[in-house]
């Protein structure tokens, strides 16, 4: 909830003191930075350290620092802030998704991941449109102050939580740089990326994308989208539990590729409804599946990889499409920009099948 929550509000806050959509970008960029850089080392400290110590540490990391927001809407304080929350994303992503490979049956993993997926679905839904909603009418410094109360109560629930890994040695675990080192990882991984990419993009920019007097259009918009990721993620659980998360991978990031097309029509409110929908859908599809699909090819030495190397993914792409996003529209417009990032999701597809049907001819 503490990341949904200020999601979209920080880079608005950026922007509206004057740092400009590259600044907002950069806002999102240096979160994803920060997050990517921790995931890399997460695997052996959660085998060193256990769940409960390093969430414990997570949501401080993510809560306390956004305290500091309301002195200062200079870039560099944002920005500063941004990379200490970072850090403790990182740890609850990474965590999170270990964990869940740990307790959940393998024959109902997607369904487990899809459950995973409400669980952190339901703070998307609720938490972005009512941050922009917050901060429209409350102003910035309460919505901060809410984020940060909303993170560091997960330390009201940390104790129940399992003390270490299966793996309690660190060098039993896989390391990422392995993980980077494996096709199987790295393939389903990419393909996610160039998702999370376009999130990153609508997750910023559509509020200033959208036409002035609009209304609440961007965070209905950010509604439906989270709804529809929601719902799609779990739906691809149970389909992949039953027919093979695989099977999803490409008709997800297409499904998503056309909502990111259809706002090219950013002038309409209904393109804009039915393109975050579709975009949802793609996009909780795709979340679901290659997350199932990375966990199924490694043994349980891998998870703490898998899930760090998917999570990377995750938070790459938001920090790749907030900034070159940012750049891209403020030289082309946001319809073109938006075009284009739809145009580099089914490149990266492409490309990526095209080695895999070739080895199967073989």
């Known amino acids: 909830m503490s990341f949904y929550l200020l999601l979209p509000v920080v880079p608005q806050y950026a922007m509206v003191a004057g740092a400009g959509g590259t600044g907002a970008g950069f806002a999102t960029g240096a979160l994803m930075l920060s997050t990517v850089a921790a995931e890399l080392v997460m695997p052996r400290l959660l085998a060193r350290y256990g769940y409960r110590i390093m969430l414990g540490a997570g949501v401080l990391f993510l809560g306390v620092p956004v305290l500091a927001l309301p002195a200062s809407a200079g870039l560099g304080l944002v920005v500063a802030v941004c990379l200490l929350r970072g850090i403790g994303l990182a740890i609850i992503f990474v965590a999170c998704g270990a964990l869940a490979a740990e307790v959940i049956p393998p024959e109902r993993r997607g369904e487990g991941l899809g459950v995973l997926g409400i669980v952190t679905g339901v703070p998307a839904v609720v938490g972005m449109p009512l941050g922009l909603w917050l901060a429209d009418r409350a102003g910035y410094a309460p919505v901060?102050?809410?984020?940060?109360?909303?993170?560091?109560?997960?330390?009201?629930?940390?104790?129940?939580?399992?003390?270490?890994?299966?793996?309690?040695?660190?060098?039993?675990?896989?390391?990422?740089?392995?993980?980077?080192?494996?096709?199987?990882?790295?393939?389903?991984?990419?393909?996610?990326?160039?998702?999370?990419?376009?999130?990153?993009?609508?997750?910023?920019?559509?509020?200033?994308?959208?036409?002035?007097?609009?209304?609440?259009?961007?965070?209905?918009?950010?509604?439906?989208?989270?709804?529809?990721?929601?719902?799609?993620?779990?739906?691809?659980?149970?389909?992949?539990?039953?027919?093979?998360?695989?099977?999803?991978?490409?008709?997800?990031?297409?499904?998503?590729?056309?909502?990111?097309?259809?706002?090219?029509?950013?002038?309409?409110?209904?393109?804009?409804?039915?393109?975050?929908?579709?975009?949802?859908?793609?996009?909780?599809?795709?979340?679901?599946?290659?997350?199932?699909?990375?966990?199924?090819?490694?043994?349980?030495?891998?998870?703490?990889?898998?899930?760090?190397?998917?999570?990377?993914?995750?938070?790459?792409?938001?920090?790749?499409?907030?900034?070159?996003?940012?750049?891209?529209?403020?030289?082309?417009?946001?319809?073109?920009?938006?075009?284009?990032?739809a145009a580099i999701m089914v490149i990266v597809l492409v490309a990526l099948a095209a080695p895999r049907r070739q080895r199967t001819h073989a």
């Open 144 to 341: 901060f102050v809410l984020g940060a109360l909303v993170a560091v109560a997960g330390l009201s629930v940390v104790g129940g939580l399992p003390g270490r890994c299966r793996r309690s040695e660190p060098d039993a675990a896989m390391g990422v740089l392995a993980g980077f080192r494996s096709p199987a990882l790295v393939r389903p991984a990419l393909v996610f990326a160039t998702t999370t990419v376009a999130a990153g993009a609508v997750c910023t920019f559509l509020p200033a994308a959208v036409p002035t007097g609009s209304g609440g259009l961007a965070a209905v918009a950010l509604l439906a989208h989270s709804v529809a990721a929601t719902a799609s993620r779990w739906w691809a659980g149970r389909f992949g539990d039953r027919h093979g998360a695989g099977k999803l991978v490409v008709p997800a990031v297409l499904v998503a590729a056309l909502g990111m097309l259809a706002l090219i029509g950013i002038g309409s409110a209904a393109a804009v409804i039915v393109g975050m929908v579709l975009f949802g859908c793609g996009f909780g599809a795709i979340q679901n599946a290659s997350l199932a699909v990375m966990f199924d090819r490694v043994d349980s030495s891998g998870y703490g990889a898998a899930s760090a190397i998917w999570s990377a993914a995750y938070d790459g792409g938001l920090g790749v499409g907030a900034v070159g996003f940012g750049v891209l529209a403020t030289q082309t417009g946001y319809p073109t920009g938006f075009a284009s990032t």
